[in-house]
């Protein structure tokens, strides 16, 4: 069981905005057999909760739900008493990028074994990253990217979904106004506009902590931007202008995305006082990552 805080109960969510209706066409098709799937998309996006959403359309219980941990014992053994059980069983993995070559190639055989034995069980995967570079760097199994990306599931950021941005944020504002005991009339004219025009780097996960506090700090009539804590100026107009800081002659989309992430790397670090750690964590990445990354694109503390 895995507790993805996005939402309280999985059965709502064919009744919000919080997927596309590609997304869950997509769920409804997968949940009819036991191939792989493979996640994709940024931060705070939901794929915790659209592999729930998958295993719970199957008519699967919440059970039956396995989100892997680090425990490759307990991995085992549930795979082991798959063939007693009536019901599917799903087992996700969470930032697979992350799990160590030795146990990726492990994992390689354990489902290739899987298969063979035709046991009744899927296996759902998620990343942050391209783990097409990965696999260039010698950091990805190769054998397991093949095996699991039968189908990959590319999950847009809520910012390039800017028509499903205000329902969503008035499905979180009558959430929070329960869990609170607040009141709260909506959002003003104002707000609404600043929502569709924020950057949102966390994606759901950040709307829905933004409405929570708006919930929290207005006065019971419409919610503003400023109870929300929206400063555009730091972030839609910085995603819009960074790239220009850059070299004007150099067009190239490397050197685009280099300028991005040199830019919002110091933009966070300054927001953590340069403290690697805290900024490893609000990025989703390890923070030997974050000190690679200082070093390649030459990052400097002023």
């Keep these: 069981m895995i507790d993805c805080g996005l939402i309280s109960d999985i059965k ?10 590609e997304l869950k066409r997509i769920a409804a098709s997968v949940s009819k057999n036991d191939a792989s799937v493979l996640i994709s998309g940024e931060k705070g996006i939901g794929k915790a909760l659209f592999a729930r959403y998958i295993h719970f359309i199957g008519n699967n219980s919440e059970n039956n739900f396995y989100s892997y941990k680090g425990s490759w014992d307990e991995l085992v053994a549930l795979i082991n008493n798959c063939n007693y059980l009536s019901e599917h069983i799903t087992v996700y993995f969470n930032r697979i990028e992350q799990l160590p070559l030795e146990q990726q190639e492990k994992l390689v055989l354990l489902i290739k074994d899987t ?23 010698n950091l990805f199994s190769k054998d397991l990217y093949f095996l699991i990306s039968n189908l990959l599931v590319n999950m847009i ?4 979904r800017k028509e499903d941005i205000v329902e969503l944020a008035e499905f979180y504002l009558n959430e929070s106004k329960s869990l609170f005991a607040a009141d709260a009339a909506g959002f003003s004219e ?21 409405v929570e506090r708006g919930v929290i700090c207005s006065d019971g009539s419409l919610i503003q931007s400023q109870d929300m804590a929206l400063k555009l100026t730091d972030n839609s107009e910085f ?18 995305l280099d300028s991005f ?7 966070i670090l300054e927001e953590n006082n340069w403290n690697q750690t805290k900024t490893a964590k609000v990025l989703g990445i390890q923070r030997t990552y974050v000190i690679r990354l200082i070093n390649e694109l030459q990052i400097r503390k002023k």
């Design 239 to 256: 995603a819009q202008n960074v790239v220009l800081e850059g070299e004007a002659e150099d067009k190239s989309l490397k050197t685009a």
């Design 190 to 210: 104002t707000a609404k506009s600043d929502m569709m025009n924020y950057f949102w780097a966390g994606n759901i996960a950040e709307l829905k902590n933004a």
């Design 261 to 267: 992430k040199r830019a919002y790397l110091i933009k």
């Design 12 to 21: 709502k969510v064919s009744e919000t905005k919080i997927f596309t209706e």
């Design 115 to 137: 298969g063979f034995n035709h046991k009744n069980m899927r296996f759902i995967f998620s990343t942050q990253t391209t783990l097409d570079e990965k696999i260039e760097q």
């Design 157 to 160: 950021p809520l910012r390039q």
